[in-house]
């Protein structure tokens, strides 16, 4: 199995339910990322976290939370979310600061729908 | 805040056109601007540009710096059907440490007509 991996590829929650969406990356990499990407919006960047340190915090509500065991997977945790979190959110990694390499690869996505 | 604009919004053509995509940005201590494609999903990856002047070229596809007017333009000659996508821009900048993560423009959908 090569590159980013998401899963789930579609999940549908109401507003108390709490899940968790999954990365795992192939590639070897050190850093990772969340992002969010909402209908006709830009991307936006949720957390990073480089050598499973959260280097940043894109101002994201503490209803999403993050968890970077290990290089290789990095979770969001989901609770009480709001309809208006319906979005994709993708995931993606990059070999890390320091090595010159930083071009990220993105996972396929998880598609988000809160009722 | 950094800043990415993409122009245009939205492009139509036929088959075997040459098209043009732009991308403007402001950041601070700026460290490269990326250009991506999405399809259906996920973005892939297409070029990393961070010096002025140079030319990155795979297949049809090129792409160019300006870091002293601040942008970039995307070339493709010879459109196909298969180029039909959605074309991201984004910049990184530099931090004092650790990742980067990446700004988006609201990329050019690009529609390309047999």
């Known amino acids: 199995e090569t590159g980013v991996t998401q899963t789930p590829r579609h999940l549908v929650m109401g507003m108390t339910n709490k899940k968790s969406l999954k990365c795992e990356q192939h590639l070897g990499h050190n850093a990772m990322y969340w992002y969010k990407q909402s209908a006709k919006k830009p991307l936006e960047l949720m957390f990073v976290y480089n050598f499973k340190e959260q280097t940043e915090n894109n101002s994201v509500p503490s209803r999403f939370s993050p968890e970077c065991p290990n290089s290789s997977h990095l979770f969001l945790h989901l609770h009480t979310l709001q309809p208006e979190d319906s979005a994709l959110y993708l995931c993606?990694?990059?070999?890390?600061?320091?090595?010159?390499?930083?071009?990220?690869?993105f996972g396929p996505g998880t598609r988000l729908t809160v009722l | 805040e950094d800043k990415v604009v993409q122009s245009p919004l939205s492009l139509v053509v036929h088959e075997g056109d040459t098209v043009t995509l732009n991308c403007s940005y402001e950041?601070?201590?700026?460290?490269?601007l990326l250009w991506y494609k999405q399809e259906k999903k996920a973005p892939t990856f297409l070029f990393m540009l961070t010096s002025s002047g140079i030319e990155k070229k795979s297949g049809r596809l090129s792409s160019i710096l300006d870091k002293k007017e601040l942008f970039s333009i995307l070339n493709i000659t010879a459109t196909q059907t298969g180029d039909s996508a959605v074309y991201l821009c984004a910049v990184e900048a530099k931090s004092g440490g650790g990742a980067d993560g990446l700004t988006f423009g609201k990329g050019t959908h690009l529609i390309i007509q047999p």
């Open positions: 950041v601070t201590n700026f460290r490269s």
């Open positions: 993606a990694s990059s070999q890390g600061r320091g090595t010159g390499r930083d071009e990220q690869f």
